[in-house]
């Protein structure tokens, strides 16, 4: 797993201030991973590495050192991120919903565009968001416009280009695990 900084994330994953913090339980072992890796790995072999920087005296020119209290201040914040997140987070297993005909949380839906177009999305928590691979946020658009309708149901999406129908023609829960 890469470790993406906290600008990256800030423009990747907008946390939703006071929503709930739902999450599969395969994007939970992922955030927990990613955790231990920093916690238990990176963090530590960094700061042996800032150690010895510093003892080589200055340090205002000591590259090592500068970048590496930089690197280390990044590590530290997404260390807090993602324990604030694993602590808020409600776990949601879809296939424990098992066959239903509405688009909850875990949902891998595939719909029709406007254009006719067959799009499959599967909707995840905001952290596990990844639209290149069809995973979307619960709090994003088409999610919202997706969310609690059945198949053969018309929703009306808002794109930047105006509205789209689109049409829900396969629900499915699959496992996260």
């Not at 590495?49 to 080589?56: E, G, K, P, T």
């Not at 590259?63 to 997404?78: A, F, P, T």
């Amino acid at each position: 797993m890469t470790t993406r900084t906290e600008d990256d994330h800030a423009t990747t994953t907008p946390a939703v201030h006071g929503a709930r913090n739902y999450v599969t339980p395969r994007g939970y072992a992922q955030l927990k991973a990613e955790l231990t890796q920093l916690l238990d790995a990176e963090r530590p072999e960094l700061v042996k590495v800032i150690a010895w920087a510093a003892s080589n005296g200055d340090r205002s020119e000591n590259g090592d050192y500068i970048y590496g209290k930089r690197r280390l201040r990044e590590i530290d914040r997404r260390i807090h991120y993602l324990t604030k997140r694993l602590d808020s987070a409600e776990i949601v297993d879809p296939a424990a919903r098992g066959a239903n005909d509405r688009v909850f949380f875990g949902a891998t839906v595939t719909y029709l565009s406007g254009a006719g177009e067959a799009r499959t999305v599967t909707i995840v928590g905001v952290d596990e968001a990844d639209p290149g691979r069809g995973h979307v946020s619960w709090v994003s658009p088409i999610a919202k416009a997706l969310l609690k309708r059945r198949t053969g149901d018309v929703a009306t999406l808002s794109t930047p280009r105006g509205e789209e129908e689109i049409e829900i023609v396969g629900i499915r829960y699959e496992a996260f695990r």
